[in-house]
């Protein structure tokens, strides 16, 4: 797969990362997790309780797909976001995908969600992902990007994309 011919709206950039992007992957973690703000603690202690988070999660990620890519998303020359893919024989998995607070809701994760649609149109495997089976905004998103259901474990909705052809790659 060759990343300059992704389709990318304007400004839309999909780079690998690199160890110089940990700052910012562990700032943007931190933007996600709002729910600890809610914690009736000192703010040092819901700092350090997200570090760990992050941590747990990097850990996790790292022991689940040892051969997942970090990608960060770039609009213009702003860092807004990272997408985290595994590239299997079969599939290719969306892992995680995150953007800054003030990239959510202007179709950023909505443009690069769909460049991957392309790839697996192309390479002729479906695309996976999950959400949580409350979030109804991403739900209609993905499936307005081509998703379909493929299975429920709470609490969890696994969602999938095939590829638009008849030829659906099957490893060896």
Same mark, same amino acid.
């Given at each position: 797969m060759d990343l300059q011919t992704l389709s990318l709206p304007n400004g839309l950039h999909v780079r690998p990362s690199g160890s110089s992007d940990e700052p910012f992957i562990s700032q943007l973690y931190k933007s996600t997790r709002t729910d600890l703000d !809610?914690?009736?603690?000192?703010?040092?202690?819901?700092?350090?309780?997200?570090e760990s988070q992050f941590q747990a999660q990097t850990a996790s990620y790292s022991e689940t797909y040892?051969?997942?890519?970090?990608?960060?998303?770039?609009?213009?020359?702003?860092?807004?976001g990272r997408i985290i893919l595994d590239f299997g024989p079969n599939e290719i998995l969306i892992v995680d995908i995150s953007l800054i607070p003030k990239a959510? /809701?202007?179709? !950023? /994760? +909505? /443009?690069?969600?769909? +460049?991957?649609?392309?790839?697996?149109?192309?390479?002729?495997?479906? !695309?996976? !992902?999950?959400?949580?089976?409350?979030?109804?905004?991403?739900?209609?998103v993905y499936a307005k990007l081509g998703f379909v259901l493929d299975e429920q474990i709470p609490p969890r909705d696994y969602l999938v994309y095939?590829?638009?052809?008849?030829?659906?790659r099957v490893g060896v």
């Open positions: !809610l914690v009736n603690a000192e703010q040092d202690f819901i700092e350090h309780l997200k040892p051969n997942a890519m970090t990608f960060i998303i770039e609009y213009y020359d702003d860092k807004v959510r /809701g202007k179709q !950023l /994760g +909505s /443009g690069v969600v769909k +460049s991957f649609t392309c790839c697996a149109d192309q390479i002729k495997v479906p !695309l996976k !992902l999950s959400v949580l089976n409350d979030n109804m905004h991403a739900k209609h095939y590829p638009r052809t008849q030829d659906i």
